[in-house]
Structures are given as C-alpha cells and as structure tokens.
C-alpha cells in the first residue's frame, strides 16, 4: 500500500503522539522502518518530531535533525521524556 493514496492499511491506527495524531503515512513509515529494541534510527528532516517519537517507542535511539532550529527546539519539547531517558 503506498501511504500516498490517502488510505490507511486495514487494522492500522493512527496512535495520538502528544496530543497530535500520527498520520497514516506516518504511522505506516513507522511500520516499514519496524524499529526494534536496541537498535538505533536516525530521522533526517524530523520536523516537530511526530516520528521521533513513534520510533523512540521501539527503537533503543533515535536522533531527529532538521535544519530549523525551530523544529528541532519542537522535536525536544514533544520528545522530552524519551530526550531524558537517553532514547
């Protein structure tokens, strides 16, 4: 399924990260890169960090850059327990 169409694959949800809901494309992103624990992720382009943290919930690290300092200042405020548990 390509997360381009606008549909979500059957049984998928969209989880809430924050208060924000995932995208499907996000969500279905987070899926293909199938993190496991222990294993380390980086996300180049993480905006307000939406996949950070769905990744951060099965990957053992994720680091999120983006060029905005502004994004990146975001990223950090969404992602600040996963930031203080060194994930």
């Keep these: 399924l390509s997360p381009g169409t606008g549909t979500r694959p059957v049984g998928v949800r969209s989880p ?7 995208s499907a ?3 279905w992103v987070a899926g293909v ?4 624990p222990g294993e380390r992720v980086l996300e180049v382009g993480c ?3 939406v996949l ?3 990744l951060a919930e099965r990957a053992g690290e994720v680091l ?4 905005s300092p502004a994004m990146v200042a975001a990223a950090g ?3 600040r327990a996963a930031v203080e548990a060194g994930r």
């Design 52 to 54: 950070v943290a769905l």
């Design 16 to 22: 809430t990260v924050v208060g924000v809901a995932a």
């Design 77 to 79: 405020r969404r992602n």
């Design 64 to 67: 999120g850059v983006d060029r």
């Design 25 to 27: 494309r996000q969500t």
């Design 47 to 49: 905006g307000h960090g």
């Design 33 to 36: 890169v199938a993190a496991r």
